[in-house]
């Protein structure tokens, strides 16, 4: 696997590579150093060889995800033996001079990566995707920006963490904790509010909530509200940003959790509400087997 298989895919984005160096021209040896062959130490910027970056978009032109690419020919920052920084910019794949949504669209993504390794210079480094941000024009969205707006605050809750900023990232979980608690409450007719309208506390509403339409994984049926009051006591400032990164990943999985099991009971809703449709439709219900019975 090459390294742009890496910067491509988050889900690939750690594991050895082939080697994306030409030993053939640099050098971190001295004694190797010719006319040909270049010394290379920290702070020097070189060509890699490293394939085609590719990463999908949205954009808002169109109304659809296209993919944007990285150029053959990329450079990258040597900062040590164990870490590089590669700047691009990714251009659309559909792009066609003179189409007119291509005139009203941006075609272009500046990306930068930062890359760690074992050893940058060994034959087949480990390598893992540190951070890697995109600078996106007006039009062109993530495409996770484009689903729910609870999928696009736990991705803007992953940012945020990569950029290790705890605070942030725990104040995008509560937010969608607090919004999809209320929101199932709301349809699902639970008393989640006081005679005066407003909110009870969140304790009293995620407990009533989860009585009547069980969100909460059972793994974390016994500490669910505690999970809670850890996230409500980050966000609140009430903690460190240590401590905020050290409990993102298990809050996370929570949340993760919660949104998990409020989509499955919207799909066992939608399919009853299909299968009493169909049944319906063909005579097959309790009205149609009353109807019979009657005739």
């Known amino acids: 696997m090459r390294l742009s298989s890496r910067l491509s ?11 994306f160096i030409d030993l053939e021209r640099y050098t971190v040896s001295p004694e190797e150093e010719t006319e040909d062959v270049q010394l290379i130490s920290a702070g020097d910027f070189i060509e890699i060889q490293i394939g085609t970056i590719m990463q999908p978009f949205y954009s808002t032109v169109c109304r659809d995800s296209v993919s944007f ?6 450079h990258c920052l040597i900062i ?3 870490m590089i920084s590669i700047d691009c910019e990714l251009q659309c794949m559909d792009y066609v001079e003179g189409n007119p949504s291509c005139k009203n669209c941006n075609h272009s993504v500046q990306a930068w990566f930062l890359v760690g390794a074992d050893d940058i210079f060994a034959p087949f ?18 495409p996770v920006e484009t689903e729910d707006k609870f999928t696009e605050w736990l991705a803007k809750a992953e940012i945020a963490h990569k950029e290790r900023l705890g605070a942030g990232a725990i104040i995008y979980l509560r937010s969608i904790l607090e ?4 929101e199932v409450g709301d349809s699902a007719g639970v008393e989640i509010r006081k005679r005066s309208g407003s909110m009870k506390p969140f304790d009293q509403v995620i407990a009533a909530v989860d ?19 850890r996230l409500s006591n980050i966000a609140h400032g009430n903690s460190d940003e ?7 990943e298990p809050l996370r999985r929570l949340v993760v959790g919660i949104m998990d099991n409020v989509k499955k009971k919207e799909e066992e809703i939608k399919n009853n509400a299909e299968l009493k449709k169909a049944l319906e439709t063909i005579g097959f219900s309790n009205g149609g087997e ?6």
């Not at 895919?9 to 080697?19: A, P, V």
């Open 179 to 182: 919004r999809i608690t209320i």
């Open 80 to 82: 040590n033996k164990s």
């Open 9 to 19: 895919d988050k889900n690939k984005n750690t594991g050895e590579i082939e080697s």
């Open 125 to 142: 480094p480990n390598v893992y995707v540190i951070k890697q941000n995109f600078k996106l024009p007006e039009n062109i969205k993530l």
């Open 69 to 74: 690419v990285s150029p053959l020919k990329l």
């Open 290 to 295: 009353q109807n019979e019975q009657t005739e």
């Open 242 to 248: 240590e401590t905020a990164l050290r409990e993102y």
């Open 211 to 229: 009585k009547e339409c069980s969100i909460v994984p059972v793994i974390y049926s016994d500490n669910g509200y505690e999970l809670f009051r």
